[in-house]
């Protein structure tokens, strides 16, 4: 594979000046410097760039699904509308990364570093972030639905309108979320830490909240029908 010819290629191709989209399905990259190199719509499905240093790389509209990118640097990287579908992210750097309507649904995420990571309207089904570290990341209007969240530090975080049904976020960290308008119907939320969080017109209907902390969180108009809310703390005594 003469990597240098296919980029040159995919750059051209980008301009519109001919060459051909860069195809690097199944292709291992681990140890190979990439810094400068743009990724913009190529396809890596399958490509191994495990414990590879991608930073501010422009990986956005590429197709990296079940991609590698385990211990990964990414941060400040490009990912708007990528397609990372079920790709190996466990231990990956994301700090302040671009994932705009970006696609992870059913991506490992384990113990990811996504701090101030941008995921505006990024699809999240069925994503495993167990203990992932997403403080103050921008969730706005993700879709979340049964992804898996249990120990996942979200303190500060921005997840106004976002779907979180049936999200597993067993002992989260939602210190200061803001939740407002979000769907957390049937979501498991016991012994989340939700204090301060503003839960304005949230949809928890059939939640459980089994020993919570919503000790000092707005829930003006917020709908609790059928939550469980055994021990849950409202107010310190």
Do not use: P
Not at 84 to 90: S, T, Y
């Amino acid at each position: 594979m003469n990597l240098e010819a296919i980029l040159a290629e995919h750059k051209l191709w980008l301009a519109g000046d001919g060459g051909q989209r860069a195809d690097l399905a199944g292709a291992n990259l681990r140890d190979v410097k990439l810094a400068g190199v743009n990724f913009c719509r190529a396809i890596l499905e399958g490509a191994d760039l495990n414990d590879n240093n991608l930073e501010r790389i422009n990986f956005s509209g590429a197709n990296l699904k079940k991609t590698n990118l385990q211990w990964t640097n990414l941060s400040k990287a490009n990912l708007q509308e990528a397609n990372l579908e079920e790709a190996n992210l466990r231990e990956a750097l994301l700090i302040e990364t671009e994932l705009e309507k970006a696609k992870l649904t059913g991506a490992d995420l384990r113990e990811a570093d996504l701090r101030q990571a941008k995921l505006t309207g990024a699809d999240l089904r069925e994503a495993d972030l167990r203990k992932a570290y997403l403080e103050d990341a921008n969730l706005a209007a993700a879709n979340l639905e049964g992804a898996d969240l249990q120990w996942t530090n979200l303190e500060g975080a921005d997840l106004r309108g976002a779907d979180l049904q049936r999200a597993d976020l067993y002992r989260a960290t939602l210190v200061g979320v803001d939740l407002q308008r979000t769907n957390l119907s049937r979501a498991n939320l016991q012994y989340a830490n939700l204090e301060g969080a503003n839960l304005t017109r949230a949809n928890l209907e059939g939640a459980d909240l089994l020993y919570a902390n919503l000790e000092g969180a707005i829930l003006e108009g917020a709908i609790l029908e059928g939550a469980i809310l055994t021990g849950t703390i409202l107010e310190r005594s």
